[in-house]
Structures are given as structure tokens and as C-alpha cells.
């Protein structure tokens, strides 16, 4: 067993990891206007920026199986965000579309394969506190996202749109270096997860589960993308519509970090989803009602919404896998199924911007989804009491 001191280093690792694992996406949005003015790509090429990296990030998760037998969870991480500091670093030379959408695509692969392999890794080290390891893990992955968006855009016009993208490179590379310092004397496969057994979990519930994630993430991913090119489009800076985006991602952070506190309490996640997906169609219903006159507290209860709903699906998921290995295999069917669906979000609504120069009718839609993922949320009763964190 790991003392408490190593257990907490181990946490800090996780943190920084997490917290680099959006900078790559999140500080394209603000920016989206100077990329499409260097490189001439249309809305629906824009579109891709994201969607490519979570369509990858979806392939990645459900194959990355083979990674976890081979080499185990500590390496593979470590190789994931290696894959990670290499695309971020490669934007400095991206100013063509090809070169964009490649970095996005091998940026995808690192984040696929850390996201699918850190939940059995914390659910082994951490047993019973593993909710709570989730619920701080998810929260720091939206915290990084809401620094790199509101930064992105000061430091390009500092330095350039370029170096803006490129400078996440540099807290990815030490996150990396912390945690091979960590996990320098783990085992390479942990006994148990180097099967292949399928999933004990009812193929309905598994993708039951998948769906809800893919859904309420696919939200994630078409804010992310879209909503500073929205407010620029209104007559936003790019800075204004970066701190927008701030906000929201602000308020996910404060959501996450209240669901890691509370979690513990709520062995029936029900009420919880409930809250954050009526948080989530408020925010949507003001951008659509008042987008000037509502944006911030708008932003601020998506972002609730939103940050809450993230961690709580992959919870939710971990509920319903009783052993290490089990979480293992249902995070990386969950994530990778779940981010294939989110990947439509950002690049459907880059057609529909191309095609009616108003992102309006993408939050009506999005509206309409939540209803969907309130009534799938009825059917997330505790499978089993023991399994519960």
C-alpha cells in the first residue's frame, strides 16, 4: 500500500495531467478568426478544429485496450500525453489547414489514450475514494480549458496567433515529466487488466451510458467550439468572447469541484444529473432569448450545467463496474463511443453556421437534446449498492 504523502503526490500528478489535456482545443476557438483569416478554411473546415480531435479521441478510446495489456496504465498515460506535447508544439508551424487538422489529430490520440486508461488507474490506487480522485481529475481537465481560452487570445496578440497555440506545449511537457517522476517504480500491467474478457456490465446499460456521455459532452465540445465565434459575429473581441468562455468554463469548475465534494453523499446520482442538465437548458435559453443582455449569466449556468455533467456521466459509468479492471474496459467504451457522437456537435454546427451565418438554430437543437438526456437520466438508478464509491 502507498503511504498518504506518495497517495497525494499522485493526486498532484493526476491534477496536472488533467489540466492539460484541453489546452489544445480550448485555445483555438478564441482565436478562430485569425486562424480562418491565415488559412482561409471555410465554417465547416473550422468545424473539424474540434471535431476531428474528438472523433480521434473516440476511435483512441475504444482500441486502446491492446496499450493497457502491453505496457499498463502509468506508461500509456505517459505516452498519451507525450502524443499531447508534441501536437500542442507543432502548432508553432501549423499555418496551413492540413497542418492544423493533423496536430488536431494526433493531439486527439494523446488525449484518447490518457482519458481511456486514468480511470482504472485511479479506481486501483484509490478504492474507495476513487469518485471523489474522478470528480477532482474531471474538474481539472475543464480548469486548464478555462485558463487556456481566456489566455490564448492575449497572447496572440502579444506573440502572435501561432505562439498562442504553441505555448501549451510547455505546462504539457512538465505535466509529463511529473508524472513519469511519480509513477517511475509502478509495475508495467497490473495483474488482472491484462485480459480481454468483455464487459460484465448489460450491453443495453453500457450503451445506455455511452450515449448520455456523448450527449452531454457533445454540449461540451459545441460550446467550446463555437461560442466566441458567436459573440464575435455580434461584434465581441476576441478577448471579450475569450473571458465569455472563461466564464463558462469558470463556472465548470466550481461544479466539478462541488461534485467531488458531495459526491459521497449521493449514492442516487439521479437528483444530481437532474440539476445539472436544467442548469445546462437554461444557459442554452438565454443565448437563444438574449444573447447580448443574458450572455454572462447565461454562460454561468451552462457552465454549471456543463461541469457538473461531465464528471457525473463518468461517475455514473464507474458505478456500474465493481473491480479495476471492469473500469477500465467500460471507461474506454463509454469515452470512445461517447466522444464519436460529441465529434458531430462542433462540425454539425459549422455547416449550419456556414449555411445560415447564425449558430442560433445549433443552441435550439442542443435545447432539445437536453430534454433527451433528462429522460435517459431517469433510468441511472444505483445498479448496486456495493459497487457505489
Given at each position: 500500500?502507498s503511504?498518504?504523502r ?14 492539460n489535456l484541453?489546452p489544445v482545443?480550448a485555445?483555438v476557438?478564441?482565436?478562430l478568426?485569425?486562424v480562418?483569416a ?8 473550422a ?7 474528438v472523433?480521434?479521441?473516440g ?5 486502446v485496450?491492446p496499450?493497457r495489456r502491453l505496457i499498463?496504465e502509468?506508461?500509456?498515460v ?5 502524443l499531447v ?5 507543432g502548432?508553432?508551424w501549423a499555418?496551413?489547414t492540413?497542418?492544423m487538422?493533423a496536430?488536431?489529430v494526433?493531439?486527439?490520440l494523446?488525449i484518447?489514450v490518457?482519458?481511456?486508461?486514468l480511470p482504472s488507474?485511479?479506481k486501483?490506487?484509490f478504492?474507495a ?9 474531471s474538474t ?6 478555462a485558463?487556456a ?12 496567433w ?10 504539457a511537457a512538465i505535466a509529463?515529466?511529473?508524472?513519469l517522476l ?5 509495475p508495467?500491467?497490473?495483474a488482472?487488466?491484462g485480459t ?5 456490465t448489460?450491453?443495453?446499460?453500457a450503451w445506455?451510458l ?9 454540449a ?5 467550439a463555437?461560442?466566441p465565434p ?5 461584434g ?7 473571458q465569455?468562455l472563461g ?14 465534494l ?11 444529473l437532474?440539476v445539472?442538465i436544467?442548469?445546462?437548458f437554461?444557459?442554452?435559453a438565454?443565448w437563444?432569448?438574449a ?6 449569466p447565461?454562460?454561468?449556468l451552462?457552465g454549471?450545467g ?7 456521466s ?10 479495476p ?7 474506454s467504451f463509454?469515452?470512445g463511443?461517447?466522444?464519436?457522437i460529441?465529434?458531430l456537435?462542433?462540425f454539425a454546427?459549422?455547416?449550419i ?5 447564425d449558430l ?12 433527451v438526456?433528462f429522460a435517459?437520466a ?7 449498492v456495493?459497487h457505489?464509491?
Open positions: 500500500m503511504s498518504p506518495f497517495n497525494a503526490w499522485r493526486i498532484a500528478a493526476i491534477i496536472l495531467v488533467g489540466l484541453r482545443l485555445s476557438p478564441p482565436l478568426d485569425w480562418q491565415a488559412t482561409r478554411m471555410s465554417d465547416a473546415v468545424g473539424l478544429l474540434t471535431a476531428l480531435p472523433f480521434v479521441m476511435l483512441g478510446a475504444l482500441s485496450a496499450l499498463g502509468p506508461l500509456g505517459a505516452a498519451g500525453m507525450a506535447t508534441a501536437a500542442t508544439a502548432r508553432f499555418d496551413h492540413s497542418l487538422l496536430s488536431g494526433v493531439a486527439g494523446g484518447a490518457t482519458q481511456a486508461l488507474y485511479i486501483t490506487r478504492a475514494g476513487s469518485s471523489a480522485i474522478m470528480g477532482v481529475y481539472a481537465i475543464m480548469g486548464g480549458a485558463v481560452s481566456v489566455a490564448s487570445p492575449i497572447v496572440a496578440q502579444r506573440a502572435g501561432l505562439q498562442a497555440l504553441a505555448v501549451w506545449a510547455v505546462p509529463l515529466a511529473a508524472w511519480v509513477n517511475r517504480a509502478s508495467t500491467p497490473i488482472g487488466q480481454s474478457s468483455p464487459l460484465r448489460p450491453r443495453q446499460r445506455l455511452a450515449v448520455f456521455f456523448g450527449l452531454g459532452t457533445g461540451y465540445t459545441l460550446v467550446l463555437w461560442l458567436y459573440y464575435t459575429a455580434l465581441w473581441s476576441a478577448i471579450s468572447a475569450g465569455l466564464a463558462v468554463t469558470a463556472a465548470e469548475i466550481a461544479a466539478g469541484l462541488l461534485v467531488s458531495c459526491i459521497g453523499r449521493l449514492p442516487d446520482r439521479r437528483p444530481a437532474f445539472a436544467g442548469a445546462l437554461l444557459g442554452l438565454g437563444i432569448a444573447p447580448a443582455a443574458l450572455a454572462w447565461a454562460a454561468i451552462a454549471l456543463i461541469g457538473a455533467l461531465f464528471p457525473l463518468l461517475i455514473v459509468a464507474m458505478d456500474h463496474a465493481a473491480t479492471s471492469e473500469a477500465g474496459r467500460l471507461a463509454v469515452q463511443v461517447g466522444y464519436l460529441a465529434a456537435f462542433p454546427a459549422g455547416l453556421r456556414q449555411h445560415l451565418a442560433t438554430p445549433a443552441w435550439i437543437l442542443m435545447t432539445l437534446i437536453c430534454l438526456l435517459m431517469i433510468r441511472f438508478r444505483p445498479p448496486s456495493t457505489l464509491a
